[in-house]
Structures are given as C-alpha cells and as structure tokens.
C-alpha cells in the first residue's frame, strides 16, 4: 500500500487566521517580526535546537530580552510547510495544528520557554 499522500492546501491562509484571531494585545505587540513558510527545516536550524523535526521555529531576541531603551530587534517566525502537511492529513486539523505552532512560536517571541508553554497547556491556561 502506499503511504497516503500530504493533502493540498494553502497553509498561507491557515497562518493568516490564526494571526487574525491572536488576541489584540499580542498581536498589536508583534511590531516587525517576520513570518514566512518554508517547505523544511534546514540541517542548521534543526541542530541549532536539537530536533530532528520541527514544525516552526523562532528566531530572534525575545521581547523580555530587549534592551533597556525598549528598541525592538528583528525577528523571524518560521512555519514549516512539509512536516505539517505529512503529520496532519485533515485540512480541520492541519489548521489546527498551523495556529498552535504559530502561537507556540509567538510565546517565544514574548518571552515563554517550551517548559513554560508544557505547563500551561498542562494545567489548561
């Protein structure tokens, strides 16, 4: 049998909404990060966190690592189109699954470590 197929959607749109529906607050502070799509993680940016795999990836200073004049820094969120596609094969949990990484991505952004985000989402905050 072959392996099923990744289904073929624009995950532009997904990232999109879940931008839309970032509450204010954040999303009024996002100010110049950039959020592209990219098929796959490089061999670099996949050592530079220790994964074999990942779905986004954010690059930059975070907003709590800003100097004192509050200077905002450049800054890059990352989604990654094929590891996406290949886990999620329904378009309702791919979109799912495309705002999680973006919100996972933008917790870094403010400042939220993974063990921080692993307790919120243990505890349901």
Do not use: C
Request: proline share 7%; hydrophobic share 45%; glycine share 8%.
């Amino acid at each position: 049998m072959l392996p099923a197929r990744p289904i073929d959607v624009d995950l532009e749109s997904f990232v999109i909404d879940a931008l839309d529906n970032l509450p204010a607050p954040f999303r009024d502070r996002l100010g110049s990060v950039a959020i592209v799509i990219e098929d796959e993680a490089s061999a670099e940016q996949l050592a530079s966190v220790g994964a074999a795999g990942l779905f986004g990836l954010y690059q930059g200073i975070p907003r709590t690592a800003w100097s004192a004049d509050g200077a905002p820094s450049p800054s890059k969120i990352t989604i990654y189109r094929g590891p996406l596609k290949r886990a999620y094969r329904d378009p309702a949990a791919l979109a799912a699954a495309v705002a999680d990484t973006v919100y996972h991505e933008i917790a870094h952004h403010f400042g939220i470590s993974d063990h921080r985000l692993q307790e919120l989402k243990r505890t349901g905050r």
